[in-house]
């Protein structure tokens, strides 16, 4: 199984697998089981998402590749967006909708993960490296029939879409 099939079938039961009971405590005699290794899981990310038609929930994951030096002009996003690098490094900057300044840029380097507001404006996403491609997966999580990116409102007298 390679590394996007493993991250859909975990975004998949995340998404869409109802929660198992709590399951019941221990006796205070009985000894703790450890299910894994220490230091095989680690927390990437843990965001919060924005209320969303359950009827409708459509997850698609986007692999995006860049040379270096290579970027893409600003753009917009309808649904939330959550990142994960897979190589390299990219740099983000994106100032969220009703936003009157940008958050400032940010460099994500390989195993970092980042989110996404919806319809906020994408300014700066770039390869970090003039020298080394960047890969990142971008998992949009929608509740809605919508293209996955658009161009970005001008920055005059729009404040989004």
Known sequence: MTLIERWAYVLA??????????????????????????????????????????????????????????????????CPVIGYVLEGAVRMQVQPMGASDPEPAHVYRAGDGFYESPNGRHLL???ASQSEPATFLATFVCDHATDLTTAAPSEKGDSHP
Request: hydrophobic share 35%; proline share 22%.
């Open 13 to 78: 039961v995340i998404c869409y697998a109802p929660l198992p009971p709590d399951p019941p405590p221990a006796p205070a005699h009985a000894p703790a089981v450890l299910h894994e290794p220490a230091g095989r899981l680690s927390s990437v990310l843990n965001q919060p998402l924005p209320q969303l038609d359950g009827a409708n929930l459509r997850l698609r994951m986007v692999k995006v590749s860049y040379g270096p030096g290579e970027s893409s002009p600003p753009h917009s996003h309808p």
């Open 125 to 127: 996403s770039a390869n």
